[in-house]
């Protein structure tokens, strides 16, 4: 009879960068726990454990452990990515853990995407601009909308917010103002919309400059490391011979 290979478990060596800014005798270092490797094992699990059972300090964000909520970006060996979507198993021996770059730092690992996705939401209006809305009857069918139009507007939507294609963007990591791709991505889905009565000199005033569209530098880290696979590249060129059109 066949030998039925026996999964070895490993024990991990995790290197997780400490620091709280709040903390003035903080100076951020590099910390390393070791964990022993279960079956089916993500960062998550992972996290938890060493939280759990060696230090209750450690600073991290989850919310849905299911790659919905954006919250657990992190850098994971050098890559942004999410760490609930993440299996040990892909990951070497020993790795190393830090927080998201170009976001303001909360404690560890945890970093204060929700501040900088909502500047960016107010400064872009990511919102339907319709001068008839206040006399919208709540009573009355909706307006249809073009299935395929709609398909269109729902693939942009998938947006999670979670910030991967921040830290991997060298213009974000550059400039404070620049919007990002996910900031281009919520434009060229309200420039779908045909509710939103916003034309493209509307959206120049918006994003027609180095903070904008004319920032990005189209080196693509940020479609390579998205973890909802958005058409960023697309969707920024577009916008961008639009913009040029204006
Ligand atoms: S575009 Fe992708 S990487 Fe950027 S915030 Fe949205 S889901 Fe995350
Ligand atoms: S393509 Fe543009 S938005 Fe994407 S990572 Fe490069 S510079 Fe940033
Ligand atoms: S915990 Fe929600 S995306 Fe990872």
Same mark, same amino acid.
């Given at each position: ?83 609930? *979507?993440?299996?040990? +198993? @892909?990951?070497? &021996? ?5 927080? $998201?770059? !170009? ?87 309200? *420039?779908?919309?045909? +509710? @939103?009565?916003? &034309? ?5 005033? $918006?994003? !027609? ?38």
């Amino acid at each position: 009879m066949d030998n039925i290979p026996v999964r070895q478990h490993r024990t991990l060596t995790i290197n997780i960068l400490r620091h709280n800014p709040a903390d003035g005798d903080s100076q951020p270092r590099l910390q390393a726990f070791e964990v022993d490797e279960t079956d089916a094992m993500t960062l998550f699990i992972a996290l938890n454990v060493i939280r759990e059972e060696q230090d209750p300090t450690l600073t991290f964000d989850f919310v849905c452990r299911a790659g919905i909520c954006g919250s657990c970006g992190m850098i994971i060996n050098g890559r942004p990515g999410l760490a609930c *979507r993440t299996l040990t +198993r @892909d990951l070497p &021996d020993e790795f190393t853990l830090l927080p $998201l770059p !170009g976001f303001e730092l909360i404690a560890d690992l945890s970093v204060n995407t929700g501040k900088w996705m909502r500047g960016m939401a107010e400064r872009l209006e990511t919102w339907v601009h319709a001068s008839d809305l206040a006399g919208v009857d709540l009573d009355q069918m909706e307006q249809p909308m073009d299935p395929h139009l709609a398909e269109q507007i729902y693939e942009l939507e998938r947006c999670i917010e979670c910030g991967c294609c921040i830290a991997a963007c060298g213009t974000a990591q550059m400039r404070d103002d620049f919007v990002g791709a996910v900031g281009l991505n919520q434009v060229t889905r309200f *420039r779908l919309d045909p +509710r @939103d009565q916003r &034309d493209d000199s509307d959206f120049y005033q $918006l994003v !027609g400059d180095d903070s904008g569209v004319f920032g990005c530098m189209t080196l693509l880290g940020c479609e390579d490391m998205c973890p909802k696979d958005l058409p960023l590249a697309t969707q920024i060129a577009f916008l961008r011979r639009r913009m040029v059109a204006v």
